[in-house]
């Protein structure tokens, strides 16, 4: 199974707060977001199954590059041609709940994903992007690795797997190495694709003031208290970084989201299938 997410863009060039982020520390650059996920493997026939919003975020302009029609449905593909949307959707092993904003997969025996569409409305000054969790079954002499870590169920070690540029470390296992030039994109509708750059600047918590950094640790520990979370050092690490070279905003962001990864994976799936029942009450796409 290959799973592959693209990164753009998102949020407001020329926003306030959260949505500016953190354009003045870094000179303009954009935060980046999934903006799309691909899947593709022996089950599905060498196919790729494409996920996105239904809004390509300019984030040059401010506005959907394309024309969305409003509250629109996630746009589904099978190599690169849009599937015809239902609630329930079955084939090659892939089964499929779609909603208004979000998509839960199986994933034949291999595990799951759940996508989170965020940015609902699509409105001119809408930006769009993807909270994506997935799940996968450790099957007897096979390996996961890749650019979210080597799932060995700590956290704390899959930072030291790359560097700043997000580029395998030499002393790994090249299994991981979660390079994707343009042409191997899965999801290619709605891109544009620009290779990354090895050498391009980065920001890391060493660059945060040590006033700023104590105050976004005070800020992430907070968060993490009322959300009920004790988190490990890279937790917190990765707390603070958010917030010292972002907005205070983000700590709440991460304690979900660390309070998310703790979660039975039956209990999330029940909680959102039930929520999107709700809003497949209404209309089908």
Not at 10 to 39: E, F, H, Y
Not at 128 to 139: A, G, T
Not at 244 to 256: E, H, I, N, S, V
Not at 261 to 277: A, H
């Amino acid at each position: 199974v290959m799973i592959q997410a693209t990164y753009g863009a998102c949020g407001s060039k020329n926003g306030t707060g959260r949505q500016k982020w953190m354009s003045d520390r870094a000179k303009g650059i954009p935060p980046t977001c999934v903006l799309s996920v691909g899947v593709s493997g022996s089950f599905l026939g060498g196919q790729v199954l494409g996920i996105r919003p239904p809004c390509d975020w300019d984030w040059e302009n401010e506005r959907c590059a394309n024309s969305p029609d409003r509250n629109g449905w996630p746009i589904i593909t099978l190599d690169g041609k849009p599937m015809k949307l239902a609630k329930r959707m079955s084939f090659d092993g892939v089964e499929l709940d779609v909603a208004e904003w979000a998509v839960i997969a199986k994933l034949s025996e291999h595990g799951h994903m759940h996508l989170l569409m965020k940015g609902k409305g699509w409105a001119g000054i809408a930006n769009n992007y993807i909270d994506f969790n997935v799940k996968m079954h450790q099957r007897k002499g096979t390996v996961q690795c890749g650019h979210c870590g080597n799932f060995d169920g700590s956290c704390d070690d899959d930072r030291e797997m790359y560097d700043i540029h997000g580029q395998l470390k030499q002393d790994q296992d090249v299994f991981c190495k979660p390079d994707v030039t343009c042409n191997e994109l899965f999801v290619k509708e709605g891109t544009l694709c620009r290779e990354n750059t090895p050498g391009g600047a980065a920001l890391t918590l060493a660059d945060c003031p040590a006033d700023e950094k104590a105050a976004a640790k005070v800020r992430c520990e907070t968060a993490f208290s009322a959300k009920d979370v004790t988190p490990s050092q890279g937790q917190m690490d990765i707390c603070m970084e958010d917030v010292c070279l972002g907005t205070a905003a983000f700590a709440d962001d991460d304690a979900d989201e660390f309070r998310k990864v703790k979660e039975d994976e039956g209990d999330l799936t029940s909680s959102l299938t039930s929520n999107m029942e709700a809003s497949n009450s209404e209309e089908k796409p």
